[in-house]
């Protein structure tokens, strides 16, 4: 015996068809709206905490120095390392702030081109004090590090033409 079903109403749409509420998950689990937000905002803060540590164990205590496989020539390269530092910084406290799209990308177009400038001296000067293979390997990672900064920047000029934040 069939029960007879009556039709739906035309308001109703099925559960999996509903805008998802601000601030819940979607159902892959990836949070939406205010929680988003939050969640790009907190890594935003947390980043510039870790760099702001970052330039204070270089510049201050213990310092570059006592890393035993730097050489003398690394106050060569020291400046534009703080300078990517600084600049990712800088970029962190304005989307903080600002938390929009392109502002993001164009904070991570100059972010990464002062780290690549930092690569690029790196390269020139090579202040690491490593024999054997070790110096190949650490060239392979800088050329690494090279083609990583150039498929970020092309990534983060796609988000400024786009306006979109990267999905996570």
Known sequence: MTVPTEPH??????????PPDP??????????GPARTRGRRAGYAGSVVVNLILLWLINGWPGWDAVPFLTASTVLVIGAV???IIARIVADAVNLVLDLPRVRALGDI??????????LRIWQVFPL?????WEILARIVLVVGFVGSAIGIVEALSRLVTGRFPRM
């Open 9 to 18: 109403p035309p308001d109703h749409r099925p559960a999996d068809d509903r």
């Open 23 to 32: 601030g819940q998950q979607h159902a892959v689990g990836r949070p939406t």
């Open 82 to 84: 703080n300078a990517s």
């Open 110 to 119: 100059v972010s990464i081109g002062f780290g690549l400038f930092a690569l």
């Open 129 to 133: 004090d490593v024999t054997g293979g």
